[in-house]
């Protein structure tokens, strides 16, 4: 959500960060409605304060024995009554119409995103790890998995396109790389280890900004719930209308969670694997700060992903989020991609977005300045995959395959998996 004043001092600063996103200018409809809605409080603002002047005008009046006085007052204020209940809830519409034109309106993005349309125009910003030779011709994950309890077709009959059921030594892998996965993000990156609901209300989904824009992104349940798309949602709502104590700053949370997407939006793409699901595992990432501290908890953020990559043994490049590819909340995103020697690419692991204050505001979410008693400030949000597991267990298929169809298990796995140091096909 954006604030309004902003948009009021300075709406040709305002268009011409959306027109950065490939946006249309809205700011001249925006204040036009906004200036209505205003000149209609002021307007009500008056008929209250007129309304509270006749009333006790009227005792007066009728004290002095000019009754032809009384009843004219009584008359305007019946009037009043009458007509205020009309101005109020016209306001009331005006102020639903605003936030319902703000609330589809994308982030602004920080000076130092660069432009572009598409992931073609994303930036590079480093690499790691060397790629993996082989003496053989690497595979997808998809050709050699299923001999090593990765069933796709199992899960498609139980449930359709996009549902994978996972065996014996994969099912324990999996497990193995979530829970390594949120053990080194709260020993070693000091998050606060969580266990958010996995449904949730309107009002999360509104406050995260999954609401009104993405909702055939998401599953919503015959009882008005949402399946969360990601923990992002309850963990960053689980401050939602609060006002904090600037000496709980900064609060950084972490969840291992299923998450499902409908992935309406993506038709067609990643048919084939584990790469797209319905339901998908991922260990998220989320920060609350201070303002001026969020540039810093994004590189911090980013590198407490970065480094499961690299206990892993994944080589990942880093890329900078051009304007055109940023996701619809974020002022500045980061994007982790790791090799897959299968599809000789880099692919997508984890985003790790700065959202500034566009979702605080959303939830209304403030903190209190220490030492300033009566002035509070919205908190900044941010949030990141540290990591997506299923996308994880692909890296490792891929990037540890050996000529006879097995897997190699990553050393920071080993305690993990019960003295499983290799995944060889069922015969």
């Not at 209250?48 to 008359?75: F, H, P, V």
Request: proline share 4%; hydrophobic share 40%.
């Amino acid at each position: 959500m954006h604030d309004i004043r902003l948009i009021r001092d300075d709406p040709a600063a305002f268009d011409a960060g959306l027109a950065r996103r490939g946006a249309d200018p809205v700011a001249e409809s925006i204040l036009a409605l906004d200036e209505e809605r205003r000149a209609l409080t002021t307007k009500l603002q008056e008929a209250q304060s007129r309304r509270n002047e006749a009333s006790k005008a009227i005792g007066k009046a009728m004290g002095q024995g000019d009754t032809e006085t009384a009843e004219a007052l009584k008359a305007e204020v019946a009037e009043l009554k009458r007509t205020m209940p009309e101005m109020e809830e016209a306001e009331r519409a005006l102020g639903e119409k605003l936030k319902d034109m703000l609330a589809v309106i994308p982030n602004i993005p920080f000076d130092d995103v660069p432009e572009g349309e598409d992931e073609d125009d994303n930036v590079e910003v480093s690499r790691w790890g060397d790629i993996p030779s082989f003496d053989f011709e690497p595979q997808e994950h998809a050709d050699f998995a299923p001999a090593l309890g990765m069933e796709f077709e199992t899960g498609a009959r139980i449930s359709g396109a996009r549902f994978t059921f996972l065996r014996g030594d994969m099912a324990r892998l999996h497990r193995a790389l979530g829970q390594f996965m949120l053990d080194q993000q709260v020993s070693a990156n000091s998050y606060t280890e969580c266990m958010p609901p996995l449904l949730v209300k309107d009002e999360a989904m509104y406050g995260t900004d999954k609401l009104p824009k993405f909702a055939e992104d998401s599953f919503h349940t015959t009882d008005d719930r949402w399946l969360i798309p990601t923990a992002e949602v309850s963990l960053t709502a689980s401050v939602m209308g609060e006002l904090l104590d600037e000496s709980a700053l900064p609060l950084r949370m972490t969840a291992l969670t299923d998450c499902f997407r409908s992935e309406a939006g993506a038709a067609g793409r990643d048919t084939r694997g584990f790469i797209r699901q319905h339901q998908f595992m991922k260990c998220e990432l989320v920060s609350v700060v201070k303002p001026e501290d969020s540039e810093a908890e994004h590189e911090r953020m980013t590198k407490a992903a970065q480094g499961i990559l690299e206990a892993l043994g994944l080589p990942y490049r880093t890329v900078l989020l051009c304007t055109g590819d940023m996701g619809f909340g974020a002022r500045k995103t980061y994007d982790l991609e790791v090799w897959l020697p299968g599809q000789d690419a880099y692919r997508e692991i984890s985003s790790c977005s700065n959202t500034g204050d566009f979702q605080a505001r959303r939830m209304n979410t403030r903190y209190r300045v220490a030492d300033e008693k009566k002035k509070t400030e919205f908190v900044h949000t941010l949030n990141g995959s540290g990591l997506a597991v299923g996308r994880t267990l692909v890296a490792i298929l891929e990037n540890y395959q050996q000529a006879d169809g097995s897997v190699i298990v990553p050393e920071a796995l080993h305690s993990y998996m019960g003295g499983v140091t290799i995944i060889e096909p069922k015969g």
